[in-house]
């Protein structure tokens, strides 16, 4: 199986999804053969002065960042994200492990077999908390959209 690796910050034509906090620059589509294994890198941007909660699951009273892709012809296999970095804030006793500035998320997909020929899209929600020095603000959804093409 041919495995292909997308570089979005390389896609000129790419739209950028974004919240508040938070952007997602998508490719502008990509091409995909059925029983094809892919990974594709979304590069997570987060607004200067923010950081967010890491995915590192023991973290006291902090939401952690995930990534989860629907069902569909792409099926999402495993989420990688990059090692967070330990900072001090004065709202934690402790060093937390946080994400800033560009974060390279990375998703394994494979092609069904039976995935209908023509374009979809592949719906991604990125569950993370935002916080800046003093505060932290509430859970949030960034909605991922990641449009391909069978052929």
Request: charged share 20%; glycine share 4%.
């Amino acid at each position: 199986m041919a495995r292909l690796v997308l570089m979005l910050a390389c896609a000129p034509l790419s739209v950028a999804q974004s919240s508040q906090l938070l952007t997602a620059v998508p490719p502008a589509k990509i091409t995909v053969h059925r029983n094809e294994a892919l990974e594709v890198r979304v590069t997570v941007q987060v607004k200067n002065g923010y950081h967010i909660n890491s995915n590192k699951p023991n973290e006291d009273h902090l939401i952690p960042l995930r990534l989860k892709w629907e069902p569909g012809p792409l099926t999402a296999g495993e989420v990688v994200f990059p090692k967070p970095e330990e900072r001090n804030y004065s709202f934690s006793q402790k060093p937390v492990s946080v994400f800033t500035g560009d974060v390279q998320v990375t998703t394994s997909f494979k092609v069904d077999a039976a995935a209908p020929a023509g374009p979809g899209i592949a719906l991604g929600k990125l569950r993370y908390q935002a916080c800046s020095e003093d505060t932290c603000y509430r859970p949030a959804v960034l909605e991922i959209r990641l449009p391909y093409q069978v052929e």
